[in-house]
């Protein structure tokens, strides 16, 4: 049965290789045989540059390449931990860029992918944040700063976000249903899928008088986390981390 797939929110880093032989295994296993593969975000924990001599960027690079020359196109949004992802990496990758916010035809069903950080009005210090990080001609300072020195930027980044995390409340950091619907009656569509929130589920509501659905990907922190779409409906799926002792 044909399938699309959809996954987010790895965070994918030297620290956590369970992560990536979990990742790895999917790709080689199972992202090969579908129609599409879509990455809605935060793949890397984070990202300094595609200049960056990483191995593990080169085992992920291969793996999507190798996905992509077997038939199934790679497709990549940016979450907030990886928006520097520039095109080196993509054509590497073989994987093509998405804008933030991208309507596809999923078997009939029109429907809005994003990350979703831009749904977390409510969280006005991250949406500052945010509005910062993506000024252009910041981004091209910081990527001709030395390797060294980005690096600690972003692992200061790191660690007062955790910080910030521990400090709000978990409603401020979810989805504003009021931005859900905004910006699904903007694009025209009934369905939304979008990760960043780490609270996977499926939430049916209605809008504009009318069945809507919005689908949320999981992390893959303590298990894998893949959205199937095909022909006959939807499927949040987990997958189990390999015993790594």
Not at 147 to 172: F, N, P, T, Y
């Amino acid at each position: 049965m044909p399938c699309t797939l959809f996954i987010a929110d790895l965070h994918l880093s030297t620290g956590r290789p369970d992560i990536t032989a979990a990742f790895l295994r999917f790709m080689a296993e199972e992202a090969v045989h579908a129609e599409a593969l879509y990455v809605l975000g935060d793949l890397f924990e984070f990202w300094i540059g595609d200049d960056e001599p990483s191995p593990l960027h080169r085992q992920v690079a291969a793996a999507f390449r190798a996905c992509s020359e077997r038939g199934t196109p790679v497709y990549f949004i940016h979450g907030n931990r990886d928006f520097m992802v520039g095109r080196r990496f993509a054509a590497e990758a073989g994987m093509t860029l998405l804008p933030e916010r991208r309507v596809i035809d999923l078997y009939g069903e029109p429907t809005l992918i994003m990350h979703g950080d831009t749904l977390c009005t409510d969280d006005a210090g991250y949406q500052r944040y945010r509005r910062i990080t993506r000024w252009r001609w910041l981004q091209w300072l910081f990527l001709r700063l030395p390797l060294r020195r980005r690096i600690a930027i972003a692992e200061g980044i790191r660690g007062r976000s955790a910080q910030s995390k521990q400090d709000k409340m978990m409603q401020v950091m979810d989805v504003n249903q009021a931005e859900v619907e905004r910006q699904m009656n903007a694009a025209g569509v009934r369905r939304l899928i979008h990760g960043h929130t780490h609270r996977p589920a499926i939430h049916d509501f209605t809008l504009a008088g009318r069945p809507a659905r919005r689908i949320v990907l999981g992390d893959w922190y303590t298990q894998g986390s893949v959205l199937a779409v095909g022909p006959r409906g939807v499927e949040l799926q987990s997958r189990a981390f390999e015993d790594q002792s």
